[in-house]
Nanobody, 125 residues
Framework: QVQLVESGGGLVQAGGSLRLACAAS????????LGWFRQAPGKEREFVAA????????AYADSVKGRFTISRDNAKNTVYLQMNSLKPEDTAVYYC??????????????????WGQGTQVTVSS
């Protein structure tokens, strides 16, 4: 059983940066793809980014391309999401997840089996 714990959320002004981290416990990330998703109030959970094992393949939602970077440290069982040039529309609860590398972003949630509890990111205008 994989347990995922996110950290690094908070309040930031538009144009600012945040770095989210997600640490795994219970077992390692070996052979798992890792992903970040977000859910804003009143909206469905949406795909943000994914990274394959051991870290060569990455995928991003169009809305964050060029601004967000996903990375992983397999020795630390940790995945990161560097978020730059943040916009108010990036405000959401951000979740990390572990599972299979998604073949598409539209239904990416079904590829992931383990989820963290989420961390709030709020971007003020």
């Amino acid at each position: 059983q994989v347990q995922l714990v996110e950290s690094g959320g908070g309040l930031v002004q538009a144009g600012g940066s945040l770095r989210l981290a997600c640490a795994a416990s219970g077992r390692t990330f070996t052979n798992y793809a890792l992903g970040w998703f977000r859910q804003a109030p009143g909206k469905e959970r949406e795909f943000v980014a994914a990274i394959g094992w051991p870290g060569f393949n990455t995928a991003y939602a169009d809305s964050v391309k060029g601004r967000f970077t996903i990375s992983r440290d397999n020795a630390k069982n940790t995945v990161y999401l560097q978020m730059n040039s943040l916009k108010p529309e990036d405000t959401a609860v951000y979740y990390c997840a572990a599972g299979r590398y998604p073949r598409s972003s539209t239904d990416a949630t079904r590829y992931f089996d383990y989820w963290g509890q989420g961390t709030q990111v709020t971007v003020s205008s």
